[in-house]
């Protein structure tokens, strides 16, 4: 596949796309494996979704402190050293989780706060070495290749998970998922050793890349388009696998879900890494984000099994559509900002406090909404309202391609 799709790139970029995307594809199914039914374990605990919402919260809260307070770390030590940080976090998660048990609801915001942790470190370093090995001719292959091996985590992992817990008693099954997902982190770890790393020169200067927003229309556009991203996803990565189980009562329908879900994007995401090119990114970004939206219709309505895996489907088709290129824009618009290779470590940080800053606000607001709603009612006005937010990233991004064309004129 990569020397199809990569001639003309040398061989040792090919190895560090390759080691990259496989330590990825390790973490994703790591976590696939594990994490799936966490906050559904959690509801089933405590039936209060102002709990839920609040661990939610708690874990992009952690993961914006720590691109805040450790993001300078990566320009002062190795970036590979902070993920493997993050791996570690991580594992420390599901270990508490396992001997916490019943418990796990008691301590839910420190729970949140361990696996915001992990995310945080793991995601700053990982985003950063994506900057620094994928060029604008290989950003496209890469998305597409890493969204595709997301997807097949998600049908492998969830699957796995539960056969396993399925077959073997008492916490047999779980001791062996954490188990399998610490090789695999173990493995990530491995594969790291063998990156190529790029040192970065200079202090660390995130004020520079602030001041850039008045100096870059782009760039300022494409932190509001990440802002309205997060504020979507803020409310829709923990509330639809909810949404599906409250609606069937069947652990089973949603690993069947996240399985067909994963199966279509795994598809797709091999079809955009084929099709996406530099001058119909804009088009395949709007297209996604406009059937996304319909898609929340769907689901409103949705009360059979049948419903939820047709929502799946045409979520995994056109999920791939829109964040591919979206993400390849993202980083050609760093990479062609002020100082980018000097500041690259401080543009990623910066991007992805925004991001998560828009998560944070969502469950923020879905929390005040809770409070006016029950929460059936809320959950169905919560997609209507925060389900815009890919819609207008999708606007940001036709006006940030209106601006290219002024400025190439």
């Not at 491995?190 to 790029?198: D, H």
């Not at 047709?310 to 791939?320: D, E, K």
């Amino acid at each position: 596949m990569f020397s199809n799709q990569l001639s003309g790139v040398s061989h040792k970029e090919k190895k560090n796309l390759g080691l990259l995307l496989v330590i990825g594809w390790l973490y994703t199914l790591g976590i696939y494996l594990s994490s799936i039914f966490v906050n559904i374990f959690l509801w089933k605990q405590t039936g209060d979704l102002y709990i839920l919402a609040l661990y939610n919260l708690s874990i992009y809260l952690v993961q914006t402190l720590i691109f805040i307070c450790i993001g300078k770390w990566a320009k002062k030590i190795d970036r590979v050293i902070i993920l493997r940080a993050g791996i570690f976090i991580i594992s420390v998660f599901f270990i508490s989780v396992l001997l916490l048990s019943t418990k796990a609801s008691d301590l839910y915001l420190m729970l949140g706060a361990i696996i915001g942790a992990g995310y945080g470190l793991f995601w700053l370093a990982y985003n950063i070495l994506i900057f620094e090995v994928t060029e604008p001719y290989t950003r496209d292959f890469f998305n597409g290749m890493f969204g595709a091996l997301q997807s097949l985590s998600g049908m492998v992992g969830p699957l796995s998970a539960g056969f396993i817990i399925t077959n073997l008693t008492g916490y047999k099954g779980y001791l062996t998922i954490f188990f399998i997902s610490f090789v695999l982190f173990i493995l990530a770890i491995i594969c790291s050793i063998f990156l190529e790393r790029r040192t970065v020169d200079g202090d660390y200067n995130i004020k520079e890349v602030i001041k850039e927003r008045k100096r870059n229309k782009q760039w300022n556009l494409m932190l509001g388009a990440h802002l309205f991203q997060g504020m979507r996803e803020g409310v829709f990565l923990f509330l639809i696998g909810l949404w599906v189980y409250l609606g069937t009562q069947s652990e089973l329908i949603v690993g069947i879900y996240n399985m067909i879900y994963a199966l279509a994007s795994f598809v797709m995401y091999q079809v955009v890494a084929r099709i996406v090119k530099p001058d119909n990114r804009k088009s395949l970004i709007v297209l996604g984000a406009i059937f996304l939206y319909v898609t929340v219709i769907w689901l409103i309505f949705a009360n059979e099994p049948l419903d939820y895996y047709i929502y799946a489907g045409t979520l995994g088709v056109f999920l791939p559509l829109f964040f591919a290129p979206y993400m390849s824009i993202s980083y050609d618009i760093i990479g062609q900002a002020r100082n980018a290779r000097e500041y690259r470590v401080e543009y990623i940080i910066f991007r992805d406090i925004v991001l998560n800053s828009g998560r944070a606000i969502s469950l923020i607001l879905f929390l005040v909404g809770l409070s006016f709603f029950t929460p059936v009612q809320w959950m169905k006005y919560a997609v209507l309202i925060f389900g815009v937010g890919y819609l207008i990233s999708g606007l940001i991004i036709i006006k940030i391609n209106r601006l290219r064309h002024q400025i190439n004129e």
